[in-house]
């Protein structure tokens, strides 16, 4: 069985859905730490020719503090109004502009201010438009010492779910030793992307941005055929 693992990212970029279709189960984390300066409560979009961040509004805490004790703020509601235009200015004369953007639609409107079950939601609902089958499962729910750390804890999670194969991004070479894991019985690998562009208007590509944009200028057919496109090191 092939497994994931990864954090919960807002909208997260095309290598992150092509990791999950990769394999038989994918794990999201919610029991890990905040990372404020990750991908986690932001991202970015193409808005007039350049790349934009867009974020989510965080009620104060530690930066320490677990993913799912984190929430939204309470300006949300304001914030979403001024997220949800910046989005449409950016996309209105994208090709796939009105396919996409009632998904996008439906996902700020989630009414949750828990991050990770908001940003949760938001991964399913692209999931289910891109017709990735594959379960996710949440991490705490799942029979370990949850106070392990960093690579043990992979270790543990693979080993609970059964799996004999690890799939993680390829900038996680630096993080996890194969002979540990094949010591396991698992064996490690890395997904690397191939090189996919496309035409984002009249601007020169731009890469690695949210998923939103993939979709916006892409067809379902299209972005299925992206979600093959990489090599396992």
Request: aromatic residues 12%; charged residues 20%.
């Amino acid at each position: 069985m092939k497994l994931a693992i990864m954090q919960p990212y807002f909208f997260p970029y095309l290598g992150y859905f092509q990791l999950l279709h990769a394999v038989d189960e994918f794990i999201v984390y919610n029991n890990i730490e905040f990372t404020r300066r990750g991908w986690i409560h932001r991202n970015r979009i193409l808005l007039n020719g350049k790349d934009s961040y867009i974020s989510l509004p965080l009620k104060a805490a530690s930066d320490y503090e677990h993913i799912n004790n984190r929430t939204l703020a309470e300006n949300w509601p304001l914030e979403r109004k001024k997220l949800y235009n910046r989005i449409v200015e950016a996309y209105r004369k994208a090709p796939h502009f009105k396919d996409v953007m009632p998904l996008i639609e439906n996902c700020l409107n989630y009414q949750e201010q828990n991050l990770f079950e908001f940003l949760l939601n938001s991964i399913r609902q692209v999931t289910n438009y891109l017709n990735i089958r594959t379960p996710i499962v949440i991490s705490s729910e799942v029979n370990i010492d949850h106070q392990l750390q960093a690579q043990a804890k992979v270790v543990a999670l693979c080993k609970a779910r059964g799996a004999s194969v690890y799939i993680n991004p390829i900038g996680g070479t630096t993080l996890y030793d194969r002979t540990q894991f094949k010591k396991e019985g698992i064996e490690l690998k890395f997904l690397k992307m191939d090189d996919i562009s496309y035409t984002q208007f009249n601007n020169s590509f731009i890469p690695s941005l949210s998923v939103i944009d993939v979709m916006m200028f892409n067809s379902k057919d299209k972005i299925s055929e992206y979600l093959n496109q990489y090599q396992l090191i």
